[in-house]
């Protein structure tokens, strides 16, 4: 098996410099010189994943990061405790890769669910083998959880993952529900000439089960760099598609940051939501921050500048340098993603390494 080697970055110990944050203020909270505040930290514990998704892999796999180069546990909690407790972070969700492959991770999220103020804890996963230990996340603090899948068919599964794996994940939405996660949501991404004439029956699924489903917007994160506007199958596309079996109506209710745009299905109380990045895109109102598996932080999904905590971490840094870094880097945020400035390029990273 050949692996693609994608010239990720090699962060050494030393313990970097605070940025200037002289026209920041005082506040202990995560803002930026837009006006935002980060509420939500998306925590990636792992770049491996055991499906090789079309959009986001190829076949071949990754070189996957070395285990050593990882936070461990302990220097996860602790700088998760510090986002909850000193930097006003509310909610934590595990990303990967795919997050079932961390060993532990009941244990983590126990550990999490003990901070005070205790954070709302989500997760999201493909379902490979959720089935067997939805009761045990949700015992261990689980509040929320979002599962892939992107096709009812098992052809047209294996075709976009490159495994036969839909009755899996068919089992997990249906584990997670029963172990009382509440929304169940989905999430979908269509491509065009594959799975896009699904969108109807992915959503009447559904809704037959109660699921919240929510479709995306292929986004520029693929680890060959082969997406392109063309190809993506857009909101407004999206839309068209459902509106040809169902009425849909914007949703009144505030949208408050969240990514999901939705809309009422025939009246509702049901909803469908759309997360249009790329064609719609939210940067005004975004609340989140970005803890990759090897501890660095990213301020958007489409960054291409990291900010090394885990040299800080393991250089003896205390938590308030740690907290004033982090406070630095969020200030610099950017006001948007650009992915329509002519100079737009992709992150050097997969989503697979950054986390979504």
Not at 15 to 43: E, K
Not at 180 to 199: D, F, T, W
Request: a negative charge.
């Amino acid at each position: 098996m050949t692996a693609i080697a994608l010239g990720l970055p090699r962060i050494g110990g030393a313990i970097p410099a605070v940025p200037d944050t002289s026209r920041r203020g005082q506040s202990p909270l995560l803002i930026d010189r837009h006006g935002r505040r980060a509420r939500d930290l998306r925590v990636s514990l792992t770049d491996r994943c055991n499906l090789r998704c079309t959009y986001c892999m190829p076949a071949e796999g990754l070189n996957w990061q070395p285990a050593d180069e990882l936070l461990s546990d302990d220097e996860l909690v602790r700088v998760i405790a510090l986002a909850v407790e000193h930097l006003g972070i509310e909610e934590i969700r595990f990303t990967g890769g795919e997050p079932l492959l961390r060993r532990g991770l009941p244990q983590l999220i126990a550990r999490v669910a003990d901070l005070r103020p205790r954070p709302e804890i989500s997760l999201t996963t493909n379902g490979i083998g959720l089935h067997r230990r939805a009761q045990e996340f949700v015992s261990a603090g689980l509040d929320r959880i979002n599962i892939s899948l992107d096709s009812l068919d098992a052809d047209t599964f294996e075709r976009l993952t490159r495994r036969r794996r839909l009755d899996d994940v068919l089992a997990a939405l249906s584990a997670a529900a029963a172990a009382g996660l509440q929304p169940v949501k989905i999430n979908s991404v269509l491509l065009r000439g594959v799975n896009e004439h699904e969108a109807p029956d992915l959503l009447q699924f559904s809704l037959d089960h109660g699921y919240h489903l929510r479709f995306i917007e292929q986004m520029p994160l693929d680890a060959g760099h082969i997406w392109s506007r063309e190809r993506m199958v857009t909101a407004d596309e999206i839309l068209d598609r459902l509106s040809a079996r169902f009425t849909l109506t914007p949703d009144a209710g505030a949208r408050e940051g969240a990514p999901a745009e939705l809309f009422q299905v025939d009246g509702g109380p049901a909803t469908v939501g759309i997360i249009a990045s790329v064609t719609r895109p939210f940067c005004g109102d975004c609340d989140r921050t970005r803890l990759t598996a090897d501890g660095q932080i990213r301020t958007c999904l489409f960054s291409r500048g990291e900010t090394d905590l885990r040299g800080l971490l393991r250089g003896g840094g205390t938590d308030e340098q740690i907290a004033e870094l982090w406070r630095a880097t969020t200030w610099g945020k950017l006001p948007g993603h650009g992915i329509d400035d002519p100079s737009f390029l992709q992150p050097d990273r997969p989503m697979s390494a950054i986390g979504g």
